[in-house]
C-alpha cells in the first residue's frame, strides 16, 4: 500500500466513495438501529459471525469511519469513539483498573481528569498516586510509586495548563519493565504535532473537542490502541455505560479534521510569536511555552514533538487581580475555557479548569494563581498581540 505523509492522510485517510454514489464527503449515518435480512442474520451480527451492524450504541458506520481515520493518524490498530474527552479517560481508566489496584499519574493534567482520578474512581476502591512537576520525569519517583496492584500509568503532554513536558520514552521504558500500559492524553499537541505510540505508549487519548474537531461546536472524546486493548474498553465500558460518539459529532470532526495540519501550523506559528512577545512585555511575570529556549522542557518537546502547539500560559505582575483586569479588557481574544477552536481564547485556571483542585494541591501541581492560560487561535498574530498589548497596558 502506497504510504502518504500526514498531511495527505488527514485528508484522503480511510473514506473511499460508495460505489454508486461516488460523494466526495461521506453520508451521516443517522440511524439508531439496522435492518437485519433475516433471523439468522440477526443472531449472526450478535454473536460476531456475520459483519454487519446491529444497534447504534454498539456501532455505526459514521463513527467507524472517524475510528479508522483516528486509528491511521496516531499509528494504532484500533481506536473507539466517546461523547466526550471524559468519558474517553474514563473508559481507559476503568477498563484497566478495579477495585484494589492503582494506577500512576502527575498531579498536573486537565482539572477534570484530576477531580476524577482523586475523587471518583476513588469511590471505586481504584487509588490515583501522583507526582508532582519536578520528578515527573524522574524514573526513580515513577519506580518508588509502582507497586504490584499497579494498573497503568498516565500522562498527559504537554500538560495543560502549565505546560510542563513530559518524557513519554521514558516511562513508556519503565511501563514496559513493570508490563503494564502507558496511557498518554494527546490533546494538547493533537496527531500532527506528536505521536505518543511511535514512542512507545500503549494508549492515546484525546478530547476531540479540542484541536481535532477544532471548531468548537461538539464534545467528544476518543481512544486508540491495539485491537485487544480496544476490544477490551468497547465491551467492557463504552457498550454497557453507553458514552457513547453520536454519528453527527463524528461527522463534523471529520469535517473538522480535514483542516488538522494546517491549523496546527498556525496555531504553532502564531503561538510562538505571541509567546516570544509575551516574554519581552513589562507586565509579563513568566511565560510557560515549549517552543522558548527559555522553558525546562524546550528540548524535550523538539524531541518529541513536530512544533510546539497552539497552548501558552502565563502569569503578569500584580498577581490574580492585575490576571483578572486582563482577562475583563480583552476585546478580541474571547473570555472562556476549551481549546483548540479557531478563536483565541483567554481563561483563568485557577478559578475555572483547575477549580477542581484544592488550594495546595494546585500549588503542588505549579499553577500559581495568578496563571493565565491562552488557547491561540488562527487569526492574524499581530491582532492577537494588540489585543493583548492594550488589556495589559
Ligand atoms: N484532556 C485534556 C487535556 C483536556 O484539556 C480536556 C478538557 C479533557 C481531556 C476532557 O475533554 P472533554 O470531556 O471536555 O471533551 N479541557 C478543557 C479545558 O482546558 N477547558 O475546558 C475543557
Same mark, same amino acid.
Given at each position: 500500500m502506497q504510504k502518504y505523509a500526514k498531511e495527505t492522510d488527514i485528508v484522503h485517510g480511510i473514506h473511499t466513495s460508495h460505489i #454508486?454514489? %461516488? =460523494? +466526495?464527503v461521506p453520508p451521516i449515518h443517522l440511524t439508531s438501529t439496522y435492518r437485519f435480512r433475516d433471523a439468522d442474520h440477526g443472531a449472526g451480527i450478535f454473536n460476531g459471525t456475520d459483519k454487519g451492524y446491529a444497534y447504534t450504541r454498539m456501532g455505526n458506520p459514521t463513527v467507524d469511519l472517524f475510528q479508522e481515520k483516528i486509528a491511521l493518524l496516531e499509528g494504532g490498530e484500533a481506536a473507539i469513539a466517546a461523547s466526550s474527552g471524559m468519558s474517553a479517560i474514563a473508559a481507559a481508566a476503568m477498563t484497566l483498573a478495579g477495585p484494589g489496584d492503582n494506577f500512576v499519574s502527575c498531579t498536573t493534567v486537565y482539572g477534570g481528569t484530576y477531580a476524577l482520578f482523586q475523587h471518583d474512581l476513588a469511590k471505586w476502591n481504584i487509588e490515583a498516586r501522583f507526582i508532582p @512537576? $519536578? !520528578? *515527573? *520525569?524522574s524514573i526513580q519517583s515513577i519506580e518508588s510509586l509502582t507497586d504490584q496492584n499497579t494498573r497503568f500509568f498516565y500522562i498527559e503532554t @504537554? /500538560?495543560? @495548563? #502549565? %505546560?510542563d513536558v513530559i518524557d513519554i520514552e521514558l516511562w513508556a521504558s519503565v511501563a514496559k519493565t513493570h508490563q503494564i500500559p502507558l496511557v498518554v492524553d494527546n490533546t494538547f499537541a493533537s496527531p500532527y504535532l506528536q505521536n505518543p505510540l511511535s514512542l512507545g505508549a500503549d494508549i492515546v487519548i484525546h478530547s476531540t473537542t479540542k484541536y481535532l474537531n477544532g471548531h468548537g461546536d461538539i464534545i467528544g472524546g476518543v481512544v486508540v490502541a491495539s485491537n485487544d486493548m480496544i476490544d477490551r474498553i468497547r465491551k467492557g465500558y463504552i457498550i454497557h455505560y453507553g458514552p457513547i460518539m453520536s454519528p453527527f459529532n463524528a461527522w463534523l470532526i471529520l469535517r473538522g479534521m480535514k483542516t488538522l495540519a494546517i491549523r496546527m501550523e498556525k496555531h504553532s506559528d502564531n503561538a510562538m510569536k505571541i509567546a516570544k512577545w509575551l516574554q519581552m512585555h513589562p507586565n509579563v511575570e513568566k511565560v510557560f511555552y515549549p517552543g522558548l529556549a527559555s522553558h525546562p522542557g524546550h528540548p524535550l518537546a523538539k524531541k518529541q514533538m513536530k512544533k510546539f502547539g497552539g497552548m501558552i500560559a502565563f502569569e503578569v505582575k500584580g498577581g490574580i487581580s492585575a490576571g483578572k483586569r486582563l482577562m475583563n479588557k480583552v $476585546?478580541? *481574544?474571547? +473570555? /472562556?475555557? !476549551?481549546?483548540? =477552536? *479557531?478563536e483565541t481564547l483567554i481563561q483563568h485556571p485557577a478559578s475555572m479548569t483547575h477549580s477542581t483542585y484544592t488550594p495546595q494541591e494546585r500549588a503542588d501541581a505549579g499553577i500559581s494563581d495568578g496563571l493565565i492560560r491562552l488557547s491561540v487561535g488562527i487569526e492574524n498574530a499581530d491582532d492577537i498581540i494588540a489585543d493583548l498589548d492594550q488589556a495589559l497596558r
Open positions: #454508486t454514489t %461516488m =460523494d +466526495l @512537576p $519536578k !520528578s *515527573c *520525569c @504537554p /500538560a495543560n @495548563p #502549565t %505546560m $476585546k478580541l *481574544c474571547i +473570555l /472562556a475555557v !476549551s481549546l483548540g =477552536d *479557531c
